[in-house]
């Protein structure tokens, strides 16, 4: 009898264990906020119907422990071995691990709309208008008042025109990638990546660079991929990265991290564009960072007067280029510069060619307002 007890007991005990594998095997490792301080923005926000512009980026994944960490990564690889499958650019089960290519055949559904549009008409206390030209959307504690005064301030920093860098463009999520063409439809299994520089955000970078060279303004175009094949963890290897140059090239004042967003729903993908010299350009959005207190970003509002005086340059030459500043409790360490800024160069459902002609509008503005701070 005491037998029989003690073997049921034994089995209780496995059983509680199983279930308590079974809970933590469903956790899920990759919904982290890209800030440790800061939740991801709500539904709500990227649903308001004045702007749908916010990036999801704030639920830029961080390395977590779980046990599943191993097998999301096998996920990622196969999900990668299928693009390389599906492109035809591979006859063999193996994968260089190292290359996304990007498609050369596509699997074009008509539910899934792509959708036109200028961004340009923004409502709601959050937004005010800069005195230059452009607007701000401030999602801080900080009043719309304070941050109009900043933004009449000269930037923190003055640049040479000598044989050394003053600028850094550079990529956090290097892989980032756009369509092929206009087109009413796309294809759902796209993931909108890719290792190729051609088509991905580092032509975008690639464009602004040739215009600041032109300029006589020193740049350096570091192409380093952050975000494959882990997308988790990339602002920390970017962050290197860029310590990395700054400690080579201290001359270097501006530091520009160029993405493309994302706005989407299920079944469409928002293409933001306007049309400039006759040319089809995708809107971009600047992010200036704000610091609440927990993330070492003393500095922040330089970044911002720098955000401000780039915004305005830009709205004075090419109307309708900018959607509003994000001015929000983000870090995309913009710590370590007080000319540090991300960009948004359009969103996945603009083309390249629509990204990179917005690349060369950037790259002139830009020198224009480096070339005003010598």
């Not at 087109?183 to 290792?195: A, C, I, K």
């Not at 306007?274 to 970003?297: L, P």
């Amino acid at each position: 009898m005491r037998r029989k007890r003690r073997h049921r007991r034994k089995k209780r005990i496995w059983g509680v264990v199983i279930c308590l594998l079974g809970i933590l095997c469903s956790i899920p490792a990759w919904h982290v906020s890209a800030d440790p301080q800061k939740e991801p923005e709500s539904q709500s926000d990227t649903a308001d119907t004045s702007l749908q512009n916010v990036r999801s980026e704030g639920c830029v994944p961080l390395p977590v422990w779980n046990p599943l960490q191993e097998k999301a990564e096998q996920i990622t690889m196969q999900a990668a071995e299928t693009q390389l499958a599906d492109s035809g650019q591979v006859e063999h089960p193996s994968v260089d691990a190292s290359v996304v290519p990007y498609p050369t055949s596509w699997n074009i559904q008509e539910t899934c709309d792509v959708i036109r549009t200028t961004y340009e008409d923004y409502t709601g206390d959050a937004f005010f208008t800069l005195p230059n030209g452009g607007m701000v959307k401030n999602k801080t504690d900080h009043s719309n008042a304070e941050l109009l005064a900043e933004s009449e301030l000269p930037p923190a920093f003055r640049i040479a025109v000598n044989d050394q860098p003053q600028v850094l463009i550079m990529h956090t999520h290097t892989t980032e990638t756009y369509e092929p063409e206009v087109r009413e439809h796309y294809d759902p299994q796209f993931s909108y990546r890719t290792t190729d520089c051609s088509k991905n955000v580092v032509a975008v970078g690639d464009a602004i660079t040739a215009e600041l060279q032109a300029s006589g303004i020193g740049v350096i175009h570091s192409d380093a991929v952050h975000d494959y094949p882990s997308y988790n963890g990339a602002y920390d290897r970017s962050a290197e990265t860029v310590r990395g140059i700054l400690a080579e090239y201290p001359s270097i004042k501006v530091v520009l991290d160029i993405h493309r967003d994302a706005i989407c729903s299920d079944t469409t993908l928002s293409q933001p564009i306007v049309t400039i010299d006759g040319k089809e350009a995708a809107q971009i959005m600047i992010i200036s960072g704000c610091d609440d207190g927990t993330m070492n970003m003393p500095n922040y509002l330089m970044n911002f007067r720098f955000a401000c005086r780039l915004q305005s340059q830009m709205e004075q030459q090419y109307p309708n280029f900018t959607r509003p500043i994000l001015f929000d409790y983000r870090h995309y360490n913009q710590d370590l510069t007080t000319g540090s800024l991300l960009i948004e160069v359009g969103s996945h459902g603009n083309t390249v060619e629509q990204a990179v002609y917005s690349g060369h509008l950037i790259g002139k503005s830009l020198a224009e307002v480096l070339l005003d701070l010598k």
